[in-house]
DNA sequence: GACCAGGCACATC
DNA sequence: GATGTGCATGGT
């Protein structure tokens, strides 16, 4: 982490207030139930919402939105419900890869599988293959109601912008300094939650791509003063 | 038509 | 350990 802004979660706790002011409580993650959370989060893997919205509505109408069902599923047949969601093939794959461990080793009981130890169950969801760090770390904040923060292409791109990370931070290095400092609310769970969702909030609509500007941003204000 | 989206695994050097 | 590549649809 190197060195690191004095006052930074002062900084980073005004910055929360300001998206917040400006969006409002975002109550995610968009889903019916735990397990749409933990099936949406692999289908949006580098993907619109938009997107996975639909392929998400192409199970539901199906009637195959649930762990044993989805599972039993030939894969031709999943991929063809989840097309809109592009890379079909992938995460057919990888969505059946989740459901194998979850129905096998779990009898399809999600809770169960989310349940115990938060270190555990995140290193049971990465030893799956298709799910990585924020994929596990979505199903840990918002499925499982673990004390886990996500970190995504946008906060990268938001906290460098704001040099509240080096260009080079990694993943881990990153959760770990939210963890460290979003610490002031009561409720640490539901601001984990809206926090990130803010941020989604900010990146879609205000940070798109690497451009340097991103006009009416709620968080300008807090823009580094020399390159403003 | 180009560019982008709430990643991940795998190959190669 | 760093860097490059394939995967694919739908919106702007």
Redesign the pocket.
Known sequence: MGLQKKNLGKELHQAYKLMRQRFGHQH???GENEFEVCI??IL????????VE?AINNLRNAKVLTPQKLYNLPLEELASFI??A??????ARRVRSFLEVLVKEFSGDLERMLSGNINDVRSRLLA?????????D?MLL?AGRHLSFVI???TKRIFYRHKWCDINVTYEELKAMCEQLLRTEIDLLDYWQDYHAQL?MV??NFC???LPECENCPLNSLLPKDKK
Not at 44 to 51: D, I, K, L, R, Y
Not at 86 to 91: A, C, F, L, R, S
Not at 128 to 136: F, R, S
């Open positions: 995610w993650w968009p949406g989060a949006t893997q580098n993907t619109a919402w938009s997107n639909k097309k809109p592009g890379y079909y093939n992938v995460k799956i293959k298709g799910i990585g760090n924020e994929t596990a979505s918002y995504d292409a946008y989604v990146g879609k798109k791509s690497r």
